[in-house]
């Protein structure tokens, strides 16, 4: 149960806020994901400083280490990683399909073994929503099964539909409390019907947020604004909308156009740990070899500490070294950038220039 | 040319200070090791928070990466890392020994093959020195041959006798500036006569400082000590006595009350990467199974960031899923540990209570 407040709209961007039990997020926002308690190469003041309003941490993940029973034991995942701001987890049920092995998906969940030591573990809807509240998450997220892209019609529509019911399994095993809050997820790829079909079930269980899942798979951006054209208006104005593990800026920027509040992405801590920036300017690929000698700045408009203190020839010559600094520096860099650009958006909505943002914006992801 | 003032005495113990171009350094003192430009994941503000005064650099691996030509033309060492407080590099002679491929020592310098490209290189004195000043060292080393050990008599009397040469070629290389210096080293192995026969050359030749070099290469703690009994008489009372490569904190300890001035090592960075912590109450292996569940700090007395936020439950938890966060949080608290450790001795100096700070600190590394 919290409060989501709809300020502003500029066509169908939304400028929000979400009043939670750790702190309230205004939206559109981004949240950076902390997959195991952490922020890959970030201290969590670090984290603070860019802006970064909630962060984003992986049951699949936590269950396994450091497990559940000692997130909770050590008073819960704010508390053992020393974060105080909201945070939302995933069900565990997208690592599963992408990290696990020998799955095996059955009515009542889905048995698998561990990445990390083999062990074989059940994830059910009941558990996962358990796990997430052990782990004292802020926005817990509904088990659901996470298709491979692309699946024919017959076998998508049975995964949604067995997402539904595990939809309204999680609903009834989630415990309500002030300022926490349950997000279902939208499922039904690329197929128009199925995506209604989702969001209306999803709907008379009542959440709330609602999240649209099964995009950012590999079907394109094109496909997946379509997706988004088609899916948003079946979802109520009233609750936040959540486009997971997206993006790249222009599609976060598309998204928010066509109405999502919320966007999680491992992007910029992983392009930062690879060496990859992303600047108001264009993406810079720091290993290239012209960057040697370059004095300028990796963003002249960006504040962050990398911009600030360091030549594109520093940074350069640590990622080419595989120092962690370089690691910490990008990291810290596009966490910033994409904090920045989710205020930029939230500035442009409130003023009603987002259409003129969208204009302006078109080449972020060009090559620097 | 630097001013070195000996404030104080407590027994042979020495309290002092060195005025450089790039500030004073407070002696006894620590110099945390920033081999490629960098001191592995940790920011130059967060070594500034940890009472760092001046930090070490490597010309053997700076000259192969990004190469003393970039960092020159960078604006030298400080400038391209951020680094304003005083900078030491060692002369490359060290890593050349312990890093390089197919060396080959002749009078006139070593050939060497890069560990990084195979790339053929050659080091002498004059080219050290020309390299050293090329990245702006605040404080030049000669360049010297590293023996292995053990070493015979008659090998290290050779080998000694190539470095006083080569001191006397790197003296005559080195450009004299207001601020900076360079420090001669003493080699001479285990050998007493040896030792006093190479201090006194280097002496005559006339150094800012000089260094005690070939110790902390494995033979063990009372050798060493024994060594620095006999070598330390012959060197003068009014120039830094700097101590290379060293190293635990009771070697720290044991070397200041025989009259040691200033460290380096890699032991407290490379250890927080390894998951090995230095506190007050011993050495904490925070990978040890029963610091799962551990809700205590890392160190009670501590005052860093990993000790002032962090249980060992998360700590642990940080470095068995090998996460950048537990590397740099664990370096972090090394680096502020030994910054504290030599804090600690300055003033039990100051008090003339050095005597009883050696006695109440005898199990700095006891295992925890």
């Known amino acids: 149960m919290f409060e989501f407040t709809l300020k502003k709209n500029d066509g169908l961007a939304r ?3 979400i009043k939670t039990a750790h702190g309230v997020i205004e939206t559109p926002v981004f949240m950076p994901v902390g997959t195991l308690a952490t922020v890959k190469a970030m201290t969590p003041e670090a984290l603070h400083a860019t802006g970064a309003q909630i962060i984003l941490g992986n049951t699949y993940h936590l269950m396994l280490r450091p497990t559940a029973e000692i997130v909770e034991d050590m008073g819960g995942l704010h508390k053992f990683m020393n974060w105080d701001k909201p945070i939302l987890t995933d069900s565990g ?3 599963i399909m992408s990290l696990s092995n020998l799955r095996k998906i059955t009515e009542d969940g889905v048995e698998f073994r561990s990445h990390i030591s083999g062990a074989k573990h059940m994830l059910t809807p ?10 004292n998450s802020t926005i817990t997220m509904v088990f659901d099964e996470c298709p491979q892209y692309p699946i024919e019609r017959y076998k998508c529509r049975e995964s949604m539909e067995l997402s539904m019911r595990w939809a309204q399994r999680s609903r009834d095993a989630f415990v309500h409390r002030q300022g926490y809050g349950q997000f ?8 128009e019907d199925l995506r209604k079909q989702s969001s209306e079930e999803l709907q008379s269980i009542g959440f709330e947020g609602y999240a649209i899942g099964g995009l950012a798979v590999g079907e394109g951006q094109e496909t997946m604004f379509r997706v988004l054209d088609f899916t948003i208006p079946t979802i109520t104005q009233d609750k936040p909308r959540y486009l997971m593990g997206v993006g790249k800026p222009t599609d976060i920027i598309g998204a928010v156009a066509r109405g999502v509040d919320m966007f999680d992405c491992v992007l910029p801590t992983r392009s930062g740990r690879n060496g990859q920036a992303y600047t108001w300017e264009g993406v810079v690929n720091i290993r290239n070899a012209k960057y040697k000698t370059d004095r300028s700045k990796l963003s002249e408009r960006c504040k962050c500490p990398a911009c600030s203190n360091y030549t594109k020839a520093y940074l350069h010559h640590l990622v080419k070294c595989n120092e962690i600094l370089g690691a910490m520096l990008l990291t810290w860099h596009n966490t910033h950038f994409y904090q920045d650009l989710t205020k930029e958006i939230r500035i442009s909505i409130e003023r009603c220039e987002f259409n003129n943002f969208v204009i302006r914006h078109r080449n972020l992801e060009q090559k620097l």
């Not at 009941?126 to 782990?135: A, F, G, T, W």
Request: no cysteine.
């Open 15 to 17: 400028r929000g806020n």
């Open 93 to 95: 049920g997208f690592q």
């Open 184 to 191: 279902g997820i939208v499922q039904g790829g690329v197929y």
């Open 126 to 135: 009941e558990k996962s929503v358990e796990i997430q509240h052990m782990l």
